[in-house]
């Protein structure tokens, strides 16, 4: 794959940026608290770093792209779990409900893209058939993650959870992160000519998430609790939290851990 000088560049920042969110992570001990958003980064820039190094020899970049992009996404899977039960730790059987529903609904859009995706490749031809196939199952899982990232931050916009900075950051930083890539695949597909267009736009969107978190991310978000929902009517933002602590309570009676 020959980049344009722009898309060097940006190539190159990334990696940069990402090495400094996994230093940051480490340095500050929150590998702990996000062990599958510090493992996804990790993947991230491993394979940008591989792209790079093989990029003129297109079947070892292509095969690198296909194991690299597999494992991202299960990982994002992994991620988004994270986040949702760190998000609700002050509502353990909710988040423990949420958990299942999401693992549910992630096993049956991979089911049914994989599905899709054999079907697909056994009745078409040409030496493209794979790779053509690949993105059609990553852009749906893509779209999936995207969905449930979304979902949570309007979950969290409405009602009034208290969670920790980090947690609001790393979530904000996902949903943006998930979005740029399900888009410029979608982009990507209707508009092959403008790869490289699209390509930059990526880089750069992910650049921004990854600045985001190098700069923000510090230990002492962790005690720097903030109020998502509602902060804009204190009556309602009251009768929501009591609302949500209804329905933990409720759970914690059917939801065994």
């Known amino acids: 794959m020959r980049l344009s000088p722009a898309e060097q560049v940006l190539w190159y920042l990334n990696?940069?940026?990402?090495?400094?969110?996994?230093?940051?992570?480490?340095?500050?001990?929150?590998?702990?608290?996000?062990?599958?958003?510090?493992?996804?980064?990790?993947?991230?820039?491993?394979?940008?770093?591989?792209?790079?190094?093989?990029?003129?020899?297109?079947?070892?970049?292509?095969?690198?792209?296909?194991?690299?992009?597999?494992?991202?996404?299960?990982?994002?899977?992994?991620?988004?779990?994270?986040?949702?039960?760190?998000?609700?730790?002050?509502?353990?059987?909710?988040?423990?409900?949420?958990?299942?529903?999401?693992?549910?609904?992630?096993?049956?859009?991979?089911?049914?893209?994989?599905?899709?995706?054999?079907?697909?490749?056994?009745?078409?031809?040409?030496?493209?058939?794979?790779?053509?196939?690949?993105?059609?199952?990553?852009?749906?899982?893509?779209?999936?993650?995207?969905?449930?990232?979304?979902?949570?931050?309007?979950?969290?916009?409405?009602?009034?959870?208290?969670?920790?900075?980090?947690?609001a950051l790393c979530l904000g930083g996902f949903v943006w992160y998930s979005f740029q890539r399900w888009a410029g695949l979608v982009f990507t597909s209707f508009l092959p000519e403008s790869t490289h267009t699209f390509s930059i736009a990526m880089l750069s969107a992910s650049l921004v998430c990854l600045a985001a978190w190098a700069i923000a991310l510090r230990k002492t978000g962790e005690a720097s609790i903030i109020v998502t929902g509602h902060r804009w009517n204190a009556a309602e933002a009251e009768r929501l939290t009591l609302q949500l602590d209804t329905i933990n309570s409720r759970l914690a009676r059917l939801v065994r851990p």
């Open 15 to 167: 990696i940069g940026f990402a090495m400094m969110v996994l230093a940051r992570l480490y340095l500050e001990r929150l590998i702990r608290l996000y062990p599958a958003l510090f493992t996804y980064i990790l993947a991230d820039a491993l394979e940008q770093a591989a792209e790079l190094a093989f990029g003129r020899r297109r079947h070892v970049y292509g095969e690198i792209y296909f194991v690299g992009q597999s494992i991202k996404l299960a990982l994002a899977i992994l991620v988004v779990l994270e986040l949702y039960q760190l998000a609700l730790r002050k509502q353990p059987a909710l988040a423990r409900f949420g958990q299942r529903t999401f693992t549910y609904l992630f096993s049956i859009a991979i089911l049914a893209g994989l599905a899709n995706f054999f079907i697909n490749t056994g009745t078409s031809t040409g030496r493209n058939k794979y790779p053509t196939e690949f993105v059609r199952l990553e852009g749906t899982l893509n779209l999936v993650t995207l969905v449930a990232v979304v979902l949570i931050a309007g979950f969290l916009l409405w009602f009034p959870v208290r969670c920790s900075r980090n947690v």
